[in-house]
């Protein structure tokens, strides 16, 4: 018989959107499928400022029940109030389930010499939530068609599919590109597998989208949020893009694990060595006076 163990994942969003519950529901998901949890049970927390309105904490509450359903997600029980400690609308959704028992698969499988696979696109999320927490300012500046152009890019952010077909091309590992962006996932990844590692800042791919609307907000695309989009690691990367790209999803192979301890991320000749992860850049939109400092 098969030993299982017990899986749970916690992720949080906030902002004014009515969709910060199903950002936060998608994350889970993805990470709980990527341990190879087959149908979580979800609990989700929904949480109001001092000032917040009741019917807003009802619509966020509406947006997640229709997308469990939809996607047939396993919605345990959903709670809300008012917490005098948030001054965003906050959502904290819970995700557990059972996954057959392995060893931690990240430094026994990950080594040196193995191929690094992005899938989908550096700050996509963190792009779709800039487009709604930022909807006023950013319809006076873009066209219609380019806001609508971003909503289209909505369902990318469950990766279910991308994960199963992953699995099938026999990947190490599985990471999801969450808080902090491309280079806090590819550090993080890094200090998971005890190796080093190199990337080419020119094979991450970027909706052209987020380049503009972070370059008008002064974010940097590459420290921003981007659920659903994930990174592999596996002996074959060619063949694993070749597999995504056949299914219709972005992927390229962006860089390889080294033999040494070393983060580094290329752009051309320049070579340099990847930070600790920051905040994530999203936070700056709520902190206007921090973020004039940085600019």
């Known amino acids: ?49 001092p000032d917040g309105i009741k019917e807003h904490m009802y619509a966020i509450e509406k947006k997640v029940k229709r997308t469990c359903r939809e996607r047939d997600i396993c919605l345990r029980d959903i709670r809300k109030g008012m917490q005098a400690g948030v001054s965003q609308y906050t959502a904290v959704v819970t995700g557990a389930g059972l996954s057959p028992k392995k060893q931690e698969w990240y430094r026994e499988t990950m080594r040196a010499g193995q191929d690094i696979v992005m899938a989908k696109w550096a700050g996509m999320e963190g792009m ?55 280079y806090a996932a ?62 219709g999803t972005e992927a390229a192979v962006i860089g390889s694990l080294r033999d040494d301890n070393d983060k580094i991320i290329r752009n051309g000749e320049e070579r340099r060595f990847i930070d600790r992860p920051a905040p994530d850049e999203f936070n700056y939109i709520f902190m206007e006076d921090k973020r004039n400092e940085r600019h």
């Open 1 to 49: 018989m098969n030993e299982e163990r017990i899986v749970y994942e916690t992720r949080t969003a906030f902002g004014q959107s009515e969709n910060i519950g199903v950002y936060a529901l998608a994350s889970a998901v993805n990470r709980l499928a990527a341990e190879d949890v087959n149908r979580p049970e979800i609990s989700v927390v929904i949480l109001r400022p």
């Open 128 to 182: 779709l939530r800039l487009a709604e927490e930022k909807k006023e300012e950013l319809s006076r500046r873009f066209a219609p068609a380019f806001l609508r152009q971003i909503e289209n890019v909505r369902e990318e952010i469950f990766s279910l599919k991308e994960i199963r077909t992953a699995v099938k091309e026999g990947v190490s590992a599985i990471y999801e590109i969450g808080e902090g962006g491309i």
């Open 186 to 247: 590819l550090w993080r990844l890094s200090e998971k597998a005890g190796t080093g590692l190199e990337a080419d800042l020119r094979r991450i791919s970027v909706l052209q989208e987020t380049i503009e609307v972070c370059e008008y907000l002064h974010l940097n695309p590459y420290r921003l949020t981007s659920a659903g989009s994930l990174l592999f690691v596996t002996e074959q990367g060619e063949a694993a893009v070749q597999a995504l790209l056949k299914e």
